[in-house]
T-cell receptor
């Protein structure tokens, strides 16, 4: 069955460091991979989208890579700040009508 | 624009009661969807709609009904609430493009006793 895995353990890093979050998937051939941010008590907010034929996408301090051979996406936040503390969700879509989400990884950036 | 709005924000039901969670969007999005979020389970798709009059089942549709009479509104009905339906419910909308980038509402926290 299709499966999306994100590290369920919280990632704790020091302010100013680069945070790297991982999204692995199996039995899936996604055309699009997306990353969302979710703060406690709020709905997810879209951050970045990367297509299957793209290796890397950047937006300000955010960078996403997409390796369809390894079936993995990495999400990087450079120069991390305490305000970056949140849960980050990856989501996959094979260009159909259903977007499937991973369980999310909680990031804690300590000052 | 208000984006995606959901009401109520919190709700407590007794087992067997029915209720409707409301969702509305003002972005003229054709695609709307309902997710539930449970600890350790992530977001799971309940039902979705690609336009007025068209709905389809997602991953976990049992116990829920939807209808889409207008582009703006997509209510979710719980027919006979069960404790297993205790969850946080999110409504989302998107353009009809292949990526399905979602705009989420603030969520409804539902407790079934």
């Amino acid at each position: 069955s299709q499966k999306i895995e994100q590290n369920s353990e919280a990632l704790n890093i020091q302010e100013g460091k680069t945070a790297t979050l991982t999204c692995n998937y199996t039995n899936y051939s996604p055309a699009y991979l997306q990353w969302y941010r979710q703060d406690p008590g709020r709905g997810p907010v879209f951050l970045l989208l990367i297509r299957e034929n793209e290796k890397e996408k950047r937006k300000e301090r955010l960078k996403v890579t997409f390796d369809t051979t390894l079936k993995q996406s990495l999400f990087h936040i450079t120069a991390s700040q305490p305000a970056d503390s949140a849960t980050y969700l990856c989501a996959l879509n094979n260009a159909g009508n259903m977007l499937t989400f991973g369980g999310g990884t909680r990031l804690m950036v300590k000052p | 624009n208000a984006g995606v709005t959901q009401t109520p924000k919190f709700q407590v039901l007794k087992t067997g009661q029915s209720m409707t969670l409301q969702c509305a969007q003002d972005m003229n999005h054709e695609y709307m969807s309902w997710y539930r979020q449970d600890p350790g389970m992530g977001l799971r798709l309940i039902h979705y709609s690609v336009g007025a009059g068209i709905t389809d089942q997602g991953e976990v549709p049992n116990g829920y009904n939807v209808s889409r009479s207008t582009t703006e509104d997509f209510p979710l009905r719980l027919l006979s609430a069960a404790p297993s339906q205790t969850s946080v419910y999110f409504c989302a909308s998107s353009l009809v493009d292949p990526s399905r980038t979602q705009y989420f509402g603030p969520g409804t926290r539902l407790t079934v006793l």
